[in-house]
């Protein structure tokens, strides 16, 4: 046995990790690689392979205890977003492991995605305008968000103000190391398999 004295492998990757098998779209040629297998069949350790975003949400959820409901929303410089979502406590992934990709919501947008995130205001659109598909279907008690080109939740705040009243807006907290929040969660996931939960 390689390693004797690590137990498991935990990994969180951004895309679609459904049966072990990961897919996205947005990082070429990545369709339906059998990514656990390629761990298994080289390590004797358990593996657990889980999507970034959602290792990040359930490292936030731990690190508090005062939203039950939220989504982290990750929106990088790239047209590459996702969303971890918690629903009273539990991490949502869908029957497909597909909830939370919010790269395939279909958004009026005045640009298309790729330009967007390239400037504050652009990205400002489009991170209010995934919010408001989340409040519509989750009304979380508050969105968790990465993303460098809002630096104030107040914009942010101000611009979903123009679409719906401010007393459905939930708590925007933003945070500056998602890495952290990932980590923390992978842990947490590694340690729920390790005891058998």
């Given at each position: 046995m390689h390693y004797p004295n690590i137990s498991m492998i935990g990994m969180s990757i951004p895309g679609i990790i459904h049966n072990g098998l990961l897919s996205s779209s947005y990082i070429k040629d990545v369709k339906d690689n059998d990514i656990e297998m390629a761990f298994t069949s080289r390590y004797t350790q358990k593996v657990i392979i889980t999507n970034d975003v959602n290792a990040a949400s359930l490292g936030y959820y731990v690190s508090q205890k005062q939203y039950q409901t939220f989504m982290f929303?990750?929106?990088?410089?790239?047209?590459?977003?996702?969303?971890?979502?918690?629903?009273?406590?539990k991490i949502l992934d869908g029957s497909h492991?597909?909830?939370g990709e919010v790269i395939y919501l279909p958004l009026d947008l005045s640009k298309d995605r790729s330009e967007l995130v390239r400037t504050p205001e652009g990205t400002l659109e489009l991170v209010s305008k995934t919010i408001l598909s989340a409040m519509c279907i989750i009304d979380p008690q508050a969105i968790i968000l990465?993303?460098?080109l809002i630096?104030?939740?107040?914009?942010?705040?101000?611009?979903?103000?123009?679409?719906?009243?401010?007393?459905?807006?939930?708590?925007?907290?933003?945070?500056?190391?998602?890495?952290?929040?990932?980590?923390?969660?992978?842990?947490?996931?590694c340690s729920q398999m390790k005891g058998g939960k």
């Open positions: 929303l990750f929106q990088p410089l790239s047209i590459g977003a996702g969303a971890g979502i918690i629903v009273n406590g492991h597909f909830a990465f993303s460098d630096t104030h939740e107040d914009e942010l705040k101000k611009e979903i103000e123009k679409s719906i009243p401010c007393t459905f807006i939930p708590e925007i907290i933003k945070i500056d190391n998602v890495l952290e929040y990932i980590l923390l969660g992978q842990m947490v996931l």
